[in-house]
């Protein structure tokens, strides 16, 4: 079973520029949580997406946002880049709107502001 | 506001060795209290979870130990192997949100 792929793996871009980081879930996972991962702060709630609609988002910016697609697969969009948003970049899928259900998580996108 | 506040930050701990980390939470209506390892390059790993009904839960190594009272949990590492050096996550859900809160995690390094 392929686990939680995302693309690509690195990015790099400039301040004011826009982002697009692609996750594919696991197969008959419905739930894509994104994450943000700076150095020393953990891992940070972005968005939460369950069926195509987005169920949650943690305390950023509107230039953060995404869209699930009908094959369960999400973008997540990052406008306006500032030199901060410099961070590991996690994707994870579960079965759905259970906390009984552990999350598994991609490798990341590595994104660097320059 | 940090919820789940995790410690030490990193932890060295000699092969053989018992490494221990602990996690402590505020909110009350957290009910799932997930682990995860992280090694360099990688995303975060499920490692062992466990629930506010029991005290313990053990798989391999790893034990999680749990005491609601002092709303606490700790992972315990047993016979610390160089494999192990990684950094671990704590995690809490609340049921009613479905959004997992993190710890800082810690860095554990094994040494031979």
């Known amino acids: 079973e392929a686990g939680v792929t995302q693309s690509p793996t690195h990015l790099i871009k400039t301040r004011g520029q826009q982002a697009t980081l692609r996750c594919s879930p696991i197969s008959g996972h419905t739930s894509v949580y994104w994450y943000q991962q700076a150095l020393g702060l953990g891992l940070q709630f972005l968005l939460w997406?369950?069926?195509?609609?987005?169920?949650n988002r943690g305390n950023f910016p509107p230039r953060f946002s995404g869209r699930q697609f009908p094959n369960y697969s999400s973008e997540l969009n990052v406008n306006a880049l500032e030199l901060e948003d410099s961070a590991l970049y996690l994707c994870?899928?579960?079965?759905?709107?259970?906390?009984?259900?552990?999350?598994?998580f991609g490798d990341g996108t590595r994104l660097s502001i320059l | 506001q940090q919820q789940v506040k995790q410690s030490p930050q990193s932890l060295i701990v000699q092969k053989g060795g018992i490494s221990i980390i602990n996690c402590a939470y505020e909110?009350?209506?957290?009910?799932?209290f997930p682990w995860y390892q992280q090694f360099p390059g990688k995303g975060p790993a499920l490692l062992i979870a466990?629930?506010?009904?029991?005290s313990e839960k053990k798989e391999g190594r790893f034990t999680i130990s749990f005491n609601k009272s002092a709303k606490q949990f700790s992972l315990h590492i047993m016979d610390s192997q160089p494999g192990d050096s990684a950094t671990y996550f704590c995690a809490a859900f609340s049921g009613g949100s479905y959004i997992p809160t993190f710890g800082r995690g810690t860095s554990l390094i094994v040494h031979p």
């Open positions: 997406y369950d069926e195509g609609e987005e169920r």
């Open positions: 466990i629930r506010p009904d029991v």
């Open positions: 909110n009350t209506a957290f009910d799932y």
């Open positions: 994870a899928s579960s079965w759905g709107r259970d906390s009984n259900q552990p999350q598994h």
